[in-house]
């Protein structure tokens, strides 16, 4: 039996948002559903994130949890027309085999910019997936806008369980990308065990935007990472493992976001690009403490100044690399470290076959200070003649035959 | 009143920091970066005044 609205926006109390900003889902609903008509819900399984796979998983490998979430949150808002809004070309196929002819599949260009909520109302309004300046916002305009992740979880939620698992993907550490599922009360350092048995330094945080963090005893939730002045964002971690240097994965970063710029707003187009050329020079032992001073003081001014949060993301990641590594920084300047110059790959690569399901991260077994299990890995190079992936047992239990109950 | 700025329009040319120095900075390429809200009479008419003086229409209440 399907909810009502009210009901519907009840269960989704106290849910966030899964996308990166962590937005109360419920909100977003109740605020969308007093928008005058005609109103639209979007699935957003376009991760611009490149170190996270958790939503392309989800399309991949769980579209009727993401289906279902999103039936549920058109009931809550009396939408007029519900959307799927991705660019993995692999999920396209399994969406549209299980989605409602009602439902419209919009498949776009990858680009880090366009997960953003603007750009898909640009998109939807036929033009380019690029973000506009707020106010307003989609869901003061009659556009709700959901990560499937959190569409997934409102499914859940409706299907009896109260306290859904989030999806974290690891990467770094010189491990493939690994997927899982993160229950209440883990600690950022059971997740990275799960990740790698080598020591770990940090991690770079909440894909490119939660800047580096050393603390790792620190829950996995948005509200543990706000503490330790980091954020959660899309739950995606890049480990800095023994061989990882931090000079060199914030060059890597900036320089990506650099790139990735929609190049409209000035102070992004000048500032991202100033942050990213002083990191690749102390990167590359050419960078003075002047340029550091520098770099600080830009850093300190840019965030707020974009249409979307790319050049915030830039500037909390340069002003997280100078706290909290002052002292390697500081060994990077003229003549600078050799060891550091070598390439970084911060994508959580599955361009060509599906991940293997998500791993159970038992905060039990972990808590009590077992040996980590060794972590899944998502391997890039299973080719598509492989076995398919089996089906994650947890979901499948709890998640899935709970909704078609 | 509001000040805001479309950092999409913002084109550099400076006007609004002439009319609302109080309320608008540039930065060191020349776009603007809105400094505080209006808080009295006297920002509001150097908010509105920033607002008709910009040629790429970045500013609006």
Redesign the interface.
């Known amino acids: 039996m399907t909810p009502s609205p009210s009901e519907i926006i009840e269960l989704a109390a106290g849910l966030r948002g899964r996308g990166g900003a962590g937005f109360p889902t419920a909100t977003k609903l109740a605020s969308v559903r007093r928008a005058a008509a005609p109103r639209t819900v979007v699935a957003n399984g376009e991760e611009g994130e490149p170190g996270s796979l958790k939503d392309r998983w989800l399309l991949r490998e769980r579209p009727e949890l993401v289906l279902e979430g999103l039936r549920l949150a058109a009931v809550a808002i009396e939408a007029d027309r519900s959307v799927v809004y991705f660019s993995d070309q692999a999920a396209e196929q399994s969406v549209i085999r299980l989605a409602p002819p009602t439902v419209e599949i919009i498949r776009v260009a990858p680009r880090y910019v366009a997960g953003e909520e603007t750009s898909i109302v640009r998109v939807l309004d036929g033009g380019p997936a690029l973000?506009?300046?707020k106010?307003p916002r989609p869901y003061e305009q009659g556009v709700l806008v959901l990560n499937v992740e959190s569409l997934a979880r409102l499914a859940r939620r409706a299907a009896g369980e109260s306290d859904p698992p989030l999806l974290a993907t690891l990467t770094g550490g010189g491990r493939p990308a690994t997927l899982h599922e993160v229950h209440p009360g883990t600690t950022l350092r059971a997740l990275t065990e799960a990740h790698t048995p080598d020591p770990v330094r940090g991690v770079l945080a909440g894909g490119l935007f939660g800047g580096f963090l050393t603390t790792l005893d620190v829950e996995v939730s948005h509200d543990g990472l706000a503490a330790a002045g980091s954020a959660l964002g899309c739950g995606a971690f890049r480990v800095l493992g023994p061989d990882d240097c931090p000079v060199a994965v914030a060059a890597a970063a900036l320089d990506y976001l650099a790139g990735q710029s929609a190049q409209?707003?000035?102070?992004?187009i000048?500032?991202t690009d100033a942050l990213s050329a002083t990191v690749a020079a102390l990167r590359a032992g050419t960078a003075t403490a002047a340029d550091l001073d520098l770099l600080a003081t830009?850093a300190s001014?840019l965030p707020g100044?974009?249409?979307c949060g790319l050049p915030d993301a830039a500037a909390r990641l340069a002003t997280s690399l100078l706290t909290v590594f002052p002292a390697v920084v500081r060994r990077h300047l003229i003549p600078g470290c050799e060891a550091c110059r070598l390439p970084v790959d911060l994508h959580a690569t599955s361009t060509s076959a599906p991940p293997q399901p998500a791993r159970r991260l038992d905060q039990h077994t972990t808590s009590t200070s077992a040996p980590p299990q060794p972590a899944r890995h998502l391997d890039q190079h299973t080719t598509p003649t492989s076995p398919p992936p089996r089906p994650a047992r947890d979901l499948d239990q709890h998640a899935i035959e709970g909704v078609r109950a | 009143m509001k000040l805001?700025?479309?950092?999409?329009?913002?084109?550099?040319y400076g006007l609004c920091h002439e009319k609302a120095p109080e309320l608008v900075d540039l930065?060191?390429?020349?776009?603007a970066?809105i400094t505080r809200p209006p808080s009295s009479p006297e920002d509001d008419r150097a908010a509105r005044a920033a607002i008709e003086a910009c040629p790429a229409q970045a500013l609006r209440s």
């Open positions: 973000p506009l300046a106010p409209q707003c000035g102070a992004c000048r500032g830009r001014r100044r974009g249409a | 805001l700025l479309d950092s999409t329009r913002c084109q550099g930065d060191e390429w020349g776009y970066a």
